[in-house]
């Protein structure tokens, strides 16, 4: 049962209740004035969890630990976790680990502190019959390990007073979330596909998503492009919702293209227009009692909120984030009821809908979108809001007890998603840039720090060198520079340079993640210093991030992870966490082997120390397909230079063939640009690295790309690195180099081939580039649904 939302009485009482959290009650109602992102960052979760075990630690045999406390008041039933309390003296504690001095704290962060213990305090003198009771704010540093207190006495009457203000403030939303959730459930309860019937495969698609949900189990799909997997996913996982009592769902992406997706489906859906006819008769009928309002039958839709980056919805990137800077920080507390009013009102909070609502009200979009989290049904966003170290979904999910379904697209990108997550690195050029300008005040930390890496790189020479231990001592000091520059950023309150806050932030994602790195098996991080040049890289690397990511799916009612590619499923299994037992169904494709046709060039190598002599029969290769049917082309190389050498090599052989390139760093624009040139009526090859931008993700239907060459196996680099993940993987799945080249480097290919078949009416052709592909265990981890290739011999 989630904390937050709907629930009927016990004893008989069949009213309606909407419990709510006492962090989520005051943050609803206590906050006010500024947003001001100048304070230094908190804790980790880990930091924040080991600090109130030390603060309990301190306290007597009588202390209690986390009491759980419960109130009501009218519909409302508030509850919550109270940190602490000490019988014997009557003291009621709200802990707050934090780092630096609690007298720079904004006023308002420190007001909302005090509402949380307040409201606390109130429910622990109802429960113990108290008629006084010490509050006490613990503010415990965890740098210094030091507690500083606040203490007020109070009375049960003005607590009580200060609680049922709380209460009242909040009870018109409670009722008006009440009324949602009621209405949400009917909508979605008599929701219909939207379509007159689903396409080849589409049906056992729904069917297995909706049993997944219903039975509460985690499931993987190999569903191949083309059979309509977002709206064969969102539909059943609607269906779903009010059966299961679910809070939320979360559609979540590694791809902007996912979210558009996601957007689009919900839109056939009729999410969008719901949201649109709901805004539209609230206005109408406020002021219609309720009464009348059902009698009417405009149930409110599904509330719909799109998640994008900061540095995307940022209307000021020039500007800091605290109101003597921002105007839209200034005074964001004191809009946001408002804002937040007009945006369930809104119901449809795609990018282009949120922002207009967040810049009618002057307040910033961003954080109104971080803010409209706590109240949309569906929420789309990048796979970091669940998955990442500090993934705010997760986090309001558990703070509020919610019931959440996730629907992971293109799941097969988790894998390095999840080891870039859970990952950070040292790179001497960031923090010696840091260490040039830093003030004064940092002189002895980036010294002591300083120290310690030039004495890491004395003991381990060479070019590349795998740690058999993580660094302590120059852990140690990167935690020091952490809390001096947070320090400095209290004193300084116009900021500090780019350069500095880079390595800040650097420095503190190390410790997030040297801290995990060792609540897990050792085998599951590499910590290795590369040199190249002058310059050197301590890298921490996550191998496997399945230990770290498995808590999050076990959060989850149920996950269904969709991709075409997601095979085999016991790699997928191993690398992200999912139980043993998660059943991996594939869908049948709706395309016919006739659509496409498969040629093999086994007599080409592409390995690397045969390139140069398989760069004029590539050439000649592509020149006799287009010859053969003019059009446009697809061509994927394992790297630019090997890209860069077959274009100059077609070029020579074939000078009639129009092509283009991937460039190494390309704008949004110049991405755009390569695109444009495949048009219905356009003939040349597009030349793109396997496993870039153009592998996965773009959709060109029809004689907008009629073919492709894939000239490559799509394995990683050979190097030092990557052998010592295929050594990693060995010792723990047995099969290091399926785990760390084959599987993943069969997931590009097949990814970058499904650009040429994207509907039953396509026609198309693939050139598989390499004598490797002749092999039988190769060839079974392509689509099932292809022809058998043919062998080009020439």
């Known amino acids: 049962m989630s904390t937050e939302g709907a629930i009927a009485a016990s004893n008989g009482d069949d009213t309606p209740r909407y419990r709510v959290a006492v962090r989520a009650l005051c943050e609803f109602t206590a906050r006010a004035g500024d947003l001001d992102l100048r304070f230094t960052p908190a804790p980790t979760a880990q930091q924040g969890i080991a600090g109130h075990q030390v603060v309990a630690s301190r306290r007597g045999e009588h202390y209690e630990h986390e009491v759980t406390l419960e109130g009501r008041y009218g519909a409302l039933i508030v509850r919550g976790r109270a940190d602490g309390y000490d019988p014997v003296r009557q003291r009621l504690e709200e802990v707050k680990t934090r780092r630096g001095d609690i007298e720079a704290m904004p006023a308002n962060q420190r007001a909302l502190h005090w509402a949380q213990a307040k409201v606390y305090a109130a429910l622990m003198c109802r429960e113990r019959a108290l008629e006084t009771i010490e509050v006490a704010l613990v503010y415990f540093d965890i740098e210094q390990q030091q507690e500083s207190v606040l203490v007020e006495t109070m009375a049960r009457a003005e607590l009580e007073v200060f609680f049922v203000a709380q209460c009242e403030h909040f009870i018109d939303w409670a009722e008006q979330e009440l009324a949602h959730e009621a209405a949400r459930s009917r909508t979605l309860s008599q929701l219909a596909f939207p379509h007159t019937d689903f396409r080849p ?217 999840g080891r870039a997550m859970y990952g950070a690195e040292f790179d001497q050029g960031r923090f010696a840039a840091a260490r040039r300008d830093a003030p004064a005040a940092l002189k002895r930390p980036l010294d002591r720090l300083w120290r310690q890496w030039k004495a890491l790189l004395r003991e381990h020479d060479g070019d590349y060198v795998c740690l058999e231990a993580p660094p302590r001592k120059l852990f140690n000091a990167l935690s020091q520079f952490v809390t001096s520059v947070g320090d400095l950023m209290v004193d300084t309150p116009i900021g500090i340079e780019s350069a500095l806050l880079d390595a800040w932030f650097d420095a503190m994602q190390i410790g997030r993640i040297a801290e995990l790195a060792g609540e897990v098996d050792p085998g599951h991080y590499l910590f290795d210093i590369e040199r190249r040049g002058r310059s050197a890289t301590l890298s921490l690397r996550n191998v496997v991030p399945a230990p770290l990511l498995a808590p999050r799916f076990e959060a989850a009612h149920a996950t269904i992870l969709f991709s075409a590619t997601l095979s085999p499923g016991h790699y997928y299994r191993d690398q992200l966490g999912l139980a043993a037992m998660t059943p991996w169904l594939e869908m049948a494709s709706p395309f016919e082997a006739g659509q496409l046709e498969v040629h093999l060039a086994g007599h080409i190598s592409t390995r690397y120390r045969d390139r140069r002599a398989s760069l004029v029969p590539i050439a000649e290769l592509m020149a006799r397909q287009f010859h053969q049917r003019p059009g446009n082309y697809l061509a994927f190389f394992s790297s630019f230079d090997y890209l860069e050498q077959v274009s100059e090599a077609l070029a020579n052989h074939a000078p009639d063939v129009p092509q283009w390139a991937q460039a190494r760093r390309m704008s949004e624009a110049e991405r755009d640009a390569f ?120």
Request: aromatic content about 8%; glycine content about 8%.
């Open 201 to 417: 495969g589409q049906r056992a698609l729904a069917e297995s998503v909706f049993k997944a949900i219903s039975t509460r189990r985690d499931l993987m799909l190999q569903a191949p492009t083309g059979i309509g997997k977002t709206l064969g996913t969102l539909f059943p996982a609607l269906k779903a919702m009010p059966g299961q009592r679910l809070d939320r769902l979360f559609f979540l992406t590694a791809r902007t293209t996912g979210r558009r997706l996601a957007l689009e489906a919900l839109t056939t859906l009729g999410m969008a227009a719901a949201c649109e006819d709901e805004a539209a008769h609230k206005d109408e009928a406020a002021h219609k009692d309720e009464a009348a309002h059902e009698e009417e039958g405009n149930a409110p839709g599904v509330r719909t909120l799109e998640l994008i980056a900061r540095d995307k919805a940022c209307e000021h990137p020039e500007l800091a984030c605290h109101g003597e800077s921002c105007p839209l920080a200034s005074g964001f507390y004191d809009r946001l009821p408002a804002a937040r009013q007009a945006a369930v009102q809104q119901g449809w909070l795609d990018h282009a809908s949120l922002r207009a609502v967040a810049l009618s009200h002057r307040i910033c979009p961003y954080y109104l979108g971080q803010e409209m989290a706590h109240w949309c049904d569906v929420v789309i966003g990048d796979v970091n809001y669940w998955f990442d170290t500090s993934a705010m979904l997760y986090a309001l999910t558990r703070q509020h007890q919610w019931r959440v379904s996730l629907l992971i697209d293109e799941a097969h990108n988790l894998v390095e998603r």
């Open 675 to 794: 695109l444009a040139r495949f048009t219905m009526t356009g003939q040349g090859i597009g030349f793109a690295v396997l496993g870039g931008i153009f592998g996965e993700g773009i959709d060109l239907p029809g004689e907008r790309l009629i073919g492709a060459f894939v000239a490559t196996l799509g394995l990683s680099q050979f190097n030092p690195v990557n052998e010592q993940m295929k050594a990693r993987m060995e010792t723990l799945f047995g099969d290091g180099y399926r785990y760390a080249y084959l599987y993943p480097g069969m997931t590009r290919v097949v990814q970058a081939a499904g650009r040429v078949i994207r509907s039953p009416e396509d026609r198309g052709v693939i050139h598989l580039i390499d004598d490797r592909f002749r092999r039988g265990d190769i060839q079974t981890l392509l689509p099932s649904w292809w022809a058998r290739p043919v062998e080009n011999t020439t």
